[in-house]
T-cell receptor, first 114, second 110 residues
Framework: AAGVIQSPRHLIKEKRETATLKCYPI?????VYWYQQGPGQDPQFLIS???????DKGSIPDRFSAQQFSDYHSELNMSSLELGDSALYFC?????????????FGPGTRLTVL | QKEVEQNSGPLSVPEGAIASLNCTYS??????FFWYRQYSGKSPELIMS????GDKEDGRFTAQLNKASQYVSLLIRDSQPSDSATYLC??????????FGAGTRLFVKA
């Protein structure tokens, strides 16, 4: 079965640079979520999109923005990167409409800020 | 008080034993409850979902939900070394936001 695809899998950036992370949800899933997970921490919810509209917002810094496109893929844009942004970034997708909102996670993007 | 609480562990059990993982939540209107398994450096993998009071069994896994006590648990029977991972409890109160617990680290000793 098709799973959530994330790219790139690894990314190394310098402080103050920008980064773009991409997520391709499971086909027919209508909702995308972004999470940040630091070492030894639980996933922290950043933002979600339902049918291409922002549906909920968590602890996403103002330096970050995200959007969902017409083909349902989503991008997380991160600017003015800081050392503390180094983390695993997960995208998850679910079928919310009429469903139990089970979220399925992608493999993640490991971001390292030097 | 965190919205979803788990004992961080580590929980150590011998191979073949039953591992019992517990989770409490604070939002009484929570509707959906999930258990994820996460290996180090990997993404969370959904292993069980439960929505109504009682037990739900899937292979070696049993999820138990008690909404009156705001408590959900995961039992792993015949634990294997490959079950060693962090187990995340997640709770959804309707809508888009799912809250994750900090996870319990499980070690299964061969």
């Amino acid at each position: 079965a098709a799973g959530v695809i994330q790219s790139p899998r690894h990314l190394i950036k310098e402080k103050r640079e920008t980064a773009t992370l991409k997520c391709y949800p499971i086909p027919r899933h209508d909702t995308v979520y972004w999470y940040q997970q630091g070492p030894g921490q639980d996933p922290q919810f950043l933002i979600s999109f339902y049918e291409k509209m922002q549906s909920d917002k968590g602890s996403i810094p103002d330096r970050f923005s995200a959007q969902q496109f017409s083909d349902y893929h989503s991008e997380l844009n991160m600017s003015s990167l800081e050392l503390g942004d180094s983390a695993l970034y997960f995208c998850a997708s679910s079928l919310l409409a009429g469903g139990p909102n089970e979220q399925f996670f992608g493999p993640g993007t490991r971001l390292t800020v030097l | 008080q965190k919205e979803v609480e788990q004992n961080s562990g580590p929980l150590s059990v011998p191979e073949g034993a039953i591992a019992s993982l517990n989770c409490t939540y604070s939002d009484r209107v929570s509707q959906s409850f999930f258990w994820y398994r996460q290996y180090s450096g990997k993404s969370p993998e959904l292993i069980m979902s439960i929505y109504s009071n009682g037990d739900k069994e899937d292979g070696r896994f049993t999820a138990q939900l008690n909404k009156a006590s705001q408590y959900v648990s995961l039992l792993i029977r015949d634990s294997q070394p490959s079950d060693s991972a962090t187990y995340l409890c997640a709770v959804n109160s309707g809508g888009f936001k799912t809250i994750f617990g900090a996870g319990t680290r499980l070690f299964v000793k061969a």
